[in-house]
């Protein structure tokens, strides 16, 4: 992946929002995690699905890392749907550094 490969121009608010976030999160790896996964999915989720993928992005990054990764049992509330597809995007974590978007 070579770098952003969404245009936020043609998403609502709300998304634009998200997928900014997403690729600030403070921890590279939730960056790209967030992201990658939000580029591919953002457009078409429902709001609820949103509304469920913001619950899970105002966790602690450091919490998020060991759930995701495996290494911390994943709490019970986010036993979910959209939990589990983000644990299952497979990211690429050789993401360029100058690559990642500065202005969503």
């Given amino acids: 992946m070579t770098g952003v490969s969404l245009s936020s121009a043609d998403l609502d608010p709300r998304r634009r929002r998200i997928l900014f976030r997403c690729w600030h999160r403070g921890i590279r790896e939730m960056?790209?995690?967030?992201?990658?996964?939000a580029e591919k999915e953002i457009a078409t989720l429902s709001e609820t699905e949103?509304?469920?993928f913001e619950t899970i992005m105002a966790?602690?990054?450091?919490?998020l890392v060991r759930w995701i990764m495996g290494t911390w049992p994943v709490p019970e509330r986010f036993l979910t749907p959209?939990?589990?597809?983000?644990?299952a995007y497979k990211p690429d974590f050789e993401y360029p550094a100058d690559a990642l978007p500065r202005n969503a």
């Fill in 31 to 37: 960056d790209l995690v967030f992201g990658q996964f």
């Fill in 50 to 52: 949103l509304d469920e």
């Fill in 59 to 63: 966790e602690e990054d450091n919490d």
């Fill in 82 to 87: 959209m939990f589990e597809r983000l644990c």
